[in-house]
């Protein structure tokens, strides 16, 4: 149980253009989920805290109107890098936090982004 | 957010347990102890939970001392595929999960 899936598992894209991540619960309800980053031999680093419903809060230092987070149902988070540039390439994790079981979160594979 | 100090390396032979043990010198009451693993390029995978005292499951062995200031992930006899980097959490989720830090994490290397 608690299974998280993160679609695509690595994408390629050209700078300007915007790339969908989406993460998806797939046996539990998540009224929160997390995205992080993480840089090659870095730790995680969080970029937004997802609720179900309603507006994402976003770290300090992470804009967002560049990484757009939607958060539309209880199974599902997407973030979207807009306009995206090659320093913005990196591993993206999100994670999820089973509703009603609010003590541990579940991690997704990840997603490598390669801007050109 | 209570900050979390771990070695950054340790290497093991196989077969040996492994100990990696967590500073939290500022938990607070509520705060719970989490121990997560990562290999390269995946996301990380819970390993092990708890508050207080010790807890066990198949895989791993956390123990906490009566002060909540550190906790040690026990890993029994380690074998190549326990190489990874081990990250230990500390969060307050009595009222819905709250968000935690990441610190360097512990990257466990074993030798055969």
Redesign the interface.
């Known amino acids: 149980g608690a299974v998280v899936s993160q679609h695509p598992s690595w994408v390629i894209c050209k700078s300007g253009t915007s790339v969908k991540i989406e993460c998806r619960s797939l046996d539990f309800q998540a009224t929160t989920m997390f995205w992080y980053r993480q840089f090659p031999k870095q730790s995680l680093m969080l970029m937004a805290t997802s609720n179900e419903g309603s507006k994402a809060t976003y770290e300090q230092g992470v804009e967002k109107d560049k990484f757009l987070i939607n958060h539309a149902s209880l199974t599902l988070s997407t973030l979207t890098v807009t306009s995206a540039h090659p320093e913005d390439s990196s591993f993206y994790i999100c994670s999820a936090v089973p509703s009603g079981r609010s003590n541990t979160q579940y991690f997704g594979p990840g997603t490598r982004l390669t801007v050109l | 957010l209570a900050k979390t100090t771990q070695p950054i390396s340790m290497d093991s032979y196989e077969g040996q347990e492994v100990n990696i043990t967590c500073s939290h010198n500022n938990i607070a009451t509520n705060d719970?102890i989490?121990w997560?693993q990562q290999f390269p390029?995946?996301?990380?995978?819970?390993i092990i939970?708890g508050y207080k005292t010790k807890v066990t499951n198949e895989v791993a062995s956390l123990f906490i001392p009566a002060d909540r200031k550190s906790s040690t992930l026990s890993l029994p006899r380690v074998s190549l595929s326990d190489t990874a980097v081990y990250?230990c959490l500390v969060g307050d989720?009595s009222?819905?999960?709250q968000?935690?830090?990441?610190?360097?994490?512990t990257k466990l290397q074993v030798i055969p």
């Open positions: 719970y989490t997560y390029s995946q996301g990380p995978r819970f939970q990250y989720h009222g819905g999960y968000k935690v830090t990441f610190g360097t994490g």
